[in-house]
Nanobody, 127 residues
């Protein structure tokens, strides 16, 4: 059974930092995309950062490029999202998701392609 469990959310002032973690179990596909999504109030879910599990290549949405960093541990069982220079517009529920590559590179952030999701962790950035 695949389980993705996020943690690390919280409240922070603008300009601050947070690190999210996603513990992955039951998902052993090395050729997979591990991706962070977020959904803010009255907004659509959007992909913000993705990592190719096999080689560690990373991809970012323009809105977070240069501020967020996605990484994984050596065992490839934990996905991280380091978020720096946070802005109020980063306020959202953050989800990690996983899918096999299957012809669609990890720069493809289309949510419907992902079959495995965590329950989310809330990030609130105050001005």
């Amino acid at each position: 059974q695949v389980q993705l469990l996020e943690s690390g959310g919280g409240s922070v002032e603008a300009g601050g930092s947070l690190t999210l973690s996603c513990a992955v179990s039951g998902f052993d596909d090395s050729f997979a995309c591990m991706t962070w999504f977020r959904q803010g109030p009255e907004k659509e879910r959007e992909g913000v950062a993705s990592l190719y599990r096999f080689r560690g290549d990373t991809y970012y949405a323009d809105s977070v490029q240069g501020r967020f960093t996605v990484s994984q541990d050596n065992a490839k069982t934990t996905l991280y999202l380091q978020m720096d220079s946070l802005k109020p517009e980063d306020t959202a529920m953050y989800y990690c998701a996983a899918r096999p590559v299957r012809g669609h590179g990890c720069d493809n952030f289309e949510a419907h392609r992902f079959g495995y999701w965590g329950q989310g962790t809330q990030v609130t950035v105050s001005s």
